[in-house]
């Protein structure tokens, strides 16, 4: 009478083969409840990789993680959509905010790409009345593998304000360290006093402070001499900042409620010129 031991799917190496035809979500929740030989088999180098743990050097052409594609849709978006804060907080997230919250949860370890992406190039526009200034910057090191955690960490504390936008360009081939650029925009018009408009059940609790090598401002724009438009550019010194409060820009607060009313086919026009100038691919 044969036993449980003796089936083949009692093997590790055929279990294994088995497992990997799995879709990537059931092999991450599913199998590992079905018994303690199951679980201990998702732990194993091949289907660790499969769960995109760990790295796989071997995948040509880079795949995105389909897990985190179908969760995570704003950062995966055509580039020529862009998303925002508004984007962000209509993920799947919402329905489970206390599960996706926690510092622990998976998808905070899961890599973004494989194989891993080494370098994050950010590229950060703010717009003004006559001109915009951008700095560009990168998140790299030698032990990088872009994982979630680090990318949404980054894209958070970046769009963390009205109607900026953002879109991800990925670089679908194997040289230049499999970059990935970070595009965010700024709107031309300051957003109101009080905290940021992203909602707190959004704010991962595994949230860490990602440092990002930026090189200095950069404001190009026209001005107008003696009847004559001429455009210019300057570069700003290590200590001076590209007036991160708008300043001399109008501003929407109290005294400002009827210009704003008045105004709002052109905050329209605005937020259409925010997503466009978001997925235009700079810095690559």
């Known amino acids: 009478m044969s036993t449980s031991k003796d089936t083949p799917i009692s093997t590790p190496e055929l279990l294994e083969l088995i497992?990997?035809?799995?879709?990537?979500r059931d092999?991450?929740?599913t199998a590992p409840l079905v018994c303690t030989l199951w679980q201990s088999t998702t732990l194993s180098p091949t289907l660790q990789r499969a769960l995109f743990f760990e790295p796989d050097p071997s995948s040509d052409p880079p795949i995105q993680n389909p897990l985190l594609v179908e969760v995570f849709p704003p950062f995966f978006a055509p580039a020529d959509e862009g998303s925002t804060v508004d984007s962000v907080m209509a993920m799947p997230w919402s329905k489970a905010p206390d599960a996706f919250k926690r510092a622990e949860a998976s998808w905070r370890r899961m890599l973004v790409i494989q194989p891993p992406a080494q370098r994050v190039s950010v590229t950060?526009?703010?717009?003004?009345?006559d001109a915009k200034s951008e700095r560009q910057g990168t998140c790299n090191g030698p032990d990088l593998?872009?994982?979630m955690?680090?990318?949404?960490?980054l894209a958070v504390l970046l769009i963390d304000r009205r109607r900026s936008s953002f879109c991800i360009h990925w670089n679908e081939s194997l040289t230049h360290l499999h970059d990935v650029v970070l595009a965010v925009s700024h709107p031309k018009r300051r957003p109101s006093g009080g905290p940021g408009p992203l909602d707190e059940r959004f704010y991962s609790d595994g949230f860490t402070s990602v440092e990002i090598d930026f090189r200095k401002w950069v404001r190009?724009?026209?001005g107008q001499m003696m009847g004559y438009t001429f455009p210019y550019t300057h570069v700003f010194d290590d200590d001076e900042d590209d007036a991160p409060e708008w300043e001399d820009e109008p501003v929407y607060g109290e005294d400002e409620g009827d210009e704003e009313a008045e105004s709002g086919d052109e905050d329209e026009s605005d937020d259409e010129e925010a997503n466009r100038n978001a997925t235009s691919p700079q810095g690559q």
Do not use: C, F, K, N
């Open 19 to 24: 497992l990997a035809q799995l879709p990537i």
């Open 27 to 29: 092999l991450l929740v």
């Open 124 to 129: 950060e526009t703010r717009h003004h009345w």
């Open 145 to 147: 593998m872009l994982r």
């Open 149 to 153: 955690g680090l990318l949404y960490d």
């Open 220 to 222: 190009r724009g026209s």
